[in-house]
């Protein structure tokens, strides 16, 4: 298994579109900013084939320390979640 970075995306697009390594970059950059503004909003940020992420809110509750087993005070917070689509789940499954 590998990683994809930022580095890899940028290059894949100046190699797919001939851009420079400084637009690659830029664009690079500007998608992932969108989509963090968008996030950030509560906006669902949906890519068709991919899926959805957006934000979602947790209540405060109860936990366990896994480790001592006391009980401790999980507090409330936002969480980002991805809900791949029905086609990107069948295509990472080999049909």
Do not use: H, Q
């Not at 990683?3 to 697009?13: G, K, P, Q, V, W």
């Not at 420079?20 to 509560?42: C, G, H, P, Q």
């Not at 669902?44 to 936990?63: E, Y």
């Amino acid at each position: 298994m590998t990683t994809i970075t930022r580095n890899d995306f940028a290059s894949r697009l100046r190699d797919k579109f001939g851009l420079t390594m400084a637009d690659a970059y830029k664009l690079v950059d500007i998608v992932f900013d969108e989509i963090n503004e968008s996030l950030i909003r509560d906006d669902a940020v949906k890519f068709a084939g991919l899926g959805t992420f957006k934000i979602l809110t947790k209540s405060a509750r109860l936990g366990r320390n896994p480790k001592t087993g006391v009980p401790a005070l999980i507090s409330a917070r936002r969480v980002t979640s991805f809900r791949p689509s029905a086609e990107f789940r069948k295509r990472v499954a080999g049909n």
